[in-house]
Nanobody
Framework: QVQLVESGGGLVQPGGSLTLSCVAS????????IGWFRQAPGKEREGVSC????????WYKESVEGRFTASRDNAKNTVYLQMNDLKPEDPAVYYC?????????????????????WGQGTQVTVSS
């Protein structure tokens, strides 16, 4: 049984930082690219980032590039999303998702239909 479990969300002030974790079980992360998505109330889920299985390629939504960094430790079956300089437009429920491929879906990394397994999400709130 495949499970993805996110953690690390919380309340942070504008300009602050958070690191999200996604722990996978039931699958070998050596064979899966991992995407990060977010969904704010009343908005569609959007792709934020994707990291290939070997970390050789990464994709980022333009509005987070330079502020967010995805990384992974396959030996620990864990993927991370380091989020710096958080802005008022960043609050959302953040999800990790696995695609059955060592590569991210390229320019379609933000298409949720291309991902096979999903976590339950973790809430990120940015407020002063």
């Amino acid at each position: 049984q495949v499970q993805l479990v996110e953690s690390g969300g919380g309340l942070v002030q504008p300009g602050g930082s958070l690191t999200l974790s996604c722990v996978a079980s039931g699958l070998n992360l050596d064979y899966y690219a991992i995407g990060w998505f977010r969904q704010a109330p009343g908005k569609e889920r959007e792709g934020v980032s994707c990291i290939s299985s070997s970390s050789s390629s990464e994709w980022y939504k333009e509005s987070v590039e330079g502020r967010f960094t995805a990384s992974r430790d396959n030996a620990k079956n864990t993927v991370y999303l380091q989020m710096n300089d958080l802005k008022p437009e960043d609050p959302a429920v953040y999800y990790c998702a696995a695609v059955t491929s060592v590569s991210c879906p390229g320019i379609y990394y933000g298409d949720s239909r291309r991902y096979d397994y999903w976590g339950q999400g973790t809430q990120v709130t940015v407020s002063s």
